[in-house]
Nanobody, 119 residues
């Protein structure tokens, strides 16, 4: 059974940076698409960024040019570098793994890490 453990969330002022990490256990990491999904209070879940086993990435328009997703396959670890943070980036951020990018509901999820950006 797969398990994902996020870390790196916190509080930062607008314009600041944070780096999220996600350690994966219990499954063959490079056979899955990995992604970051966020959910703000009262809003629907939003896919933020994805990266597949070949390193191809995708981003939501709202974070393009500010966020960078990366991974270290040897360490089964996923990252999200977040720069130029805005108050609207405030949300719970979840790491997710799925056999196909975007099909997160059938895959593995982390417990989430809170990101709060103040103006």
């Amino acid at each position: 059974q797969g398990q994902l453990v996020e870390s790196g969330g916190g509080s930062v002022q607008a314009g600041g940076s944070l780096r999220l990490s996600c350690a994966a256990f219990g499954y063959t990491y490079n056979l899955y698409c990995m992604g970051w999904v966020r959910q703000a209070p009262g809003k629907e879940r939003e896919g933020v960024a994805t990266i597949d086993g070949d390193g191809r990435t995708g981003y939501a328009d709202s974070v393009k040019g500010r966020f960078t997703i990366s991974q270290e396959n040897a360490k089964n670890t996923l990252y999200l570098q977040m720069n130029s943070l805005k108050p609207e980036d405030t949300a719970m951020y979840y790491c997710a793994a799925a056999v196909s990018c975007g099909l997160w509901s059938g895959g593995y999820w982390g417990q989430g890490t809170q990101v709060t950006v103040s103006s």
